[in-house]
């Protein structure tokens, strides 16, 4: 099992930073991790994924080059530094987990309760 607590959401102005946590307990060895975001009347997407050990990251295409995921190992917590925010990032931001390798957002399946992130014009 693991559980996974978010933290760092806030109201931020359109161009601000905002740095959400993940901190994550239990078994968390090569654990598979990503932020999803859920606007209301939308569907969860990914934001971005990590592999829990090694470089390999992903973006959805609205978020690159502003969002950078990372992840601390021996402090088993995970990141998501966001920059340059818009209006349309407003949402609640999830953590997720997998511990098996990543075909689908269905393999995650260990979520946090979600952080809200709300962006003003």
């Known amino acids: 099992q693991v559980q996974l607590v978010e933290s760092g959401g806030g109201l931020v102005q359109a161009g601000g930073s905002l740095t959400l946590s993940c901190a994550a307990s239990?078994?968390?060895?090569?654990?598979?991790m990503a932020w999803f975001r859920q606007a209301p009347g939308r569907e969860r997407d990914t934001v971005a994924a990590i592999a829990w050990r090694g470089p390999s990251t992903h973006y959805t295409d609205s978020v690159k080059g502003r969002f950078t995921i990372s992840r601390d190992v021996p402090n088993n917590t995970l990141y998501l530094q966001m920059t340059s925010l818009k209006p349309e990032d407003t949402a609640i931001y999830y953590c997720a987990a997998s511990q098996v390798p990543v075909t689908s957002k269905e393999d995650y399946k260990y979520w946090g309760q979600g952080t809200q992130v709300t962006v003003s014009s």
């Open positions: 239990g078994r968390t060895f090569d654990l598979a």
